[in-house]
């Protein structure tokens, strides 16, 4: 089993900063890319950013330059650090881990979800 364990989320002033982090842990036995994405009440969920096991990371358009995701693979730990937050930053935030565990002695990929926390940027 594998879990997803979100946190730091909350309420927050335009302009302001936030920090999420998630923690995957379980019967893991590599973990390719993890990102996180966001759903805001009445649309669907979108792509916020992603970072692959090098490194190498990928932001939509409306965050480039506020956001930075990063993550310790030691510790298989993703987080995003979230700077000049607008209002339409407000969104339930969803941790993803594209990874590898050991089922029945055979090593299978799964794609997991966190169980999502709530980001409120206030105007």
């Known amino acids: 089993q594998v879990q997803l364990v979100e946190s730091g989320g909350g309420l927050v002033q335009t302009g302001g900063s936030l920090r999420l982090s998630c923690a995957a842990s379980?019967?893991?036995?590599?973990?390719?890319?993890m990102g996180w994405y966001r759903q805001a009440p009445g649309k669907q969920r979108e792509l916020v950013a992603t970072?692959?096991?090098?490194?190498?990371?990928n932001y939509a358009d409306s965050v480039k330059g506020r956001f930075t995701i990063s993550r310790d693979n030691a510790k298989n730990t993703v987080y995003l650090q979230m700077n000049s937050l607008k209002p339409e930053d407000t969104a339930v935030y969803y941790c993803?881990?594209?990874?590898?565990?050991?089922?029945?002695?055979?090593?299978?990929?799964?794609?997991?979800w966190g169980q999502g926390t709530q980001v409120t940027v206030s105007s």
């Open positions: 993803n881990a594209d990874l590898s565990t050991v089922i029945a002695g055979t090593v299978e990929e799964y794609d997991y």
């Open positions: 379980g019967n893991i036995f590599s973990i390719n890319a």
């Open positions: 970072i692959t096991s090098g490194g190498s990371t």
